[in-house]
């Protein structure tokens, strides 16, 4: 009965795990199995809790059944900087879980109302003789492959000098990523301040700059680069 009620309840996730890259090009009828062989549990957050504290070992990686998390690096002073947003569908620690490096650099934080599955990394690799098995482990190491990339694109954003190059190179890489104009940015001004390693208030002064020159226009979240 108990095993039943767990099923039902993660059956309204499947739309979401369906359109994740994690189970890209995986049928509805075969991720039924999937999900029961690799037993993942689910857990709800609320908004502004912390799911994973820096410093902890990083046993299972999760995939964003609903809400938003951010990935954070802390300093001893408090200062913080926002390492990637990860939205429904998307996953986050899967690389500390499968590299065992040991304690976690980074913090793992829900900006809403989240519910998160956390899946085994063993249990996976487990699942090659499923059907469409094989395609699961396929699409797990896209995604490695795939966040290896992202963490060039961010050392590319913070190596630029001036605050200027800094949100040029970022909105670039997002229009392409978005491939559409205005894009809409998932942060607000100190959020994305904390991405960019830079302090509120010279980002807020060089937007304004930037706006002034005709290189970028903005209102709240959306962004048009010129």
Same mark, same amino acid.
């Given at each position: 009965?108990?095993?039943?009620?767990?099923?039902?309840?993660?059956?309204?996730?499947?739309?979401?795990?369906?359109?994740?890259?994690?189970?890209r090009q995986i049928t509805a009828v075969n991720l039924?199995?999937?999900?029961?062989?690799?037993?993942?549990?689910?857990?709800?957050?609320?908004?502004?809790?912390?799911?994973?504290?820096?410093?902890?070992?990083?046993?299972?990686?999760?995939?964003?059944?609903?809400?938003?998390?951010?990935?954070?690096?802390?300093?001893?002073?408090?200062?913080?900087?926002?390492?990637?947003?990860? &939205?429904?569908?998307?996953? !986050?620690?899967?690389?500390?879980?499968?590299?065992?490096?040991?304690? =976690?650099? +980074?913090?793992?934080? /829900?900006?809403?109302?989240?519910?998160?599955?956390?899946?085994?990394?063993?249990?996976?690799?487990?699942?090659?003789?499923?059907?469409?098995?094989?395609?699961?482990?396929?699409?797990?190491?896209?995604?490695?492959?795939?966040?290896?990339?992202?963490?060039n694109q961010k050392v590319e954003i913070l190596s630029?000098?001036?605050?200027?190059?800094?949100?040029?190179?970022?909105?670039?890489?997002?229009?392409?990523?978005? &491939?559409?104009?205005?894009? !809409?940015?998932?942060?607000?001004?100190?959020?994305?301040?904390?991405? =960019?390693? +830079?302090?509120?208030? /010279?980002?807020?002064?060089?937007?304004?700059?930037?706006?002034?020159?005709?290189?970028?226009?903005?209102?709240?979240?959306?962004?048009?680069l010129f």
């Amino acid at each position: 009965m108990e095993f039943q009620r767990k099923g039902q309840i993660m059956q309204q996730f499947y739309p979401v795990l369906l359109k994740s890259t994690l189970f890209r090009q995986i049928t509805a009828v075969n991720l039924a199995p999937l999900l029961a062989a690799a037993q993942p549990i689910l857990k709800t957050f609320t908004a502004n809790t912390r799911i994973w504290q820096a410093g902890e070992q990083a046993a299972s990686f999760g995939l964003v059944g609903a809400g938003t998390v951010q990935i954070l690096k802390e300093d001893a002073q408090g200062n913080r900087t926002i390492v990637a947003t990860v &939205a429904e569908a998307g996953i !986050f620690g899967e690389a500390y879980a499968y590299a065992s490096t040991g304690p =976690l650099p +980074v913090s793992v934080d /829900a900006s809403t109302d989240t519910t998160v599955l956390f899946f085994e990394p063993q249990r996976l690799l487990n699942l090659a003789h499923l059907p469409q098995g094989e395609q699961l482990l396929s699409n797990l190491l896209q995604i490695l492959a795939r966040k290896s990339l992202l963490l060039n694109q961010k050392v590319e954003i913070l190596s630029q000098r001036k605050i200027a190059d800094k949100v040029l190179t970022f909105l670039q890489l997002e229009a392409k990523r978005q &491939a559409r104009q205005p894009m !809409f940015l998932p942060y607000n001004r100190q959020e994305m301040a904390d991405f =960019l390693g +830079v302090e509120r208030s /010279a980002l807020s002064a060089a937007l304004s700059s930037m706006k002034k020159a005709g290189l970028i226009d903005y209102r709240k979240n959306e962004f048009t680069l010129f």
